[in-house]
């Protein structure tokens, strides 16, 4: 697993430096509209129905504020909207990135 070792918030982007020399950069806004919550994801009981989430959405003008490492397996953002719930895995940022097109 591949680990930040620098994360910084510049302007309205947040900056990941990743252990292999990587180097992600999410706009807040996009980084808002894929948190993991349950809030923002919804959550699925043993039966697999879903409560919850509201789907895709729209964050604009929204910026993160700070951020916590959580363990050794993740970080936490805190956003201008209140938001700060979603655990974003490090396997999880480096796959959004992928998907975002925003990593080297």
């Excluded at 292999?20 to 697999?48: K, M, N, V, Y």
């Excluded at 729209?58 to 951020?67: N, R, S």
């Excluded at 953002?77 to 895995?89: A, N, R």
């Amino acid at each position: 697993m591949h680990t930040p070792v620098d994360v910084q918030i510049i302007g309205p982007e947040v900056a990941i430096r990743w252990s292999d020399g990587a180097e992600s950069f999410f706009p807040a806004e996009r980084l808002r509209a894929a948190s993991p919550s349950a809030e923002t994801q919804g959550e699925r009981d043993i039966f697999g129905r879903q409560y919850g989430g509201h789907g895709p959405r729209a964050f604009d003008g929204v910026t993160v504020h700070a951020w916590d490492r959580v363990g050794n397996y993740a970080l936490r953002f805190v956003f201008s909207d209140g938001h700060q719930t979603g655990l974003y895995t490090y396997d999880y940022l480096r796959a959004l990135a992928d998907r975002l097109g925003t990593g080297s």
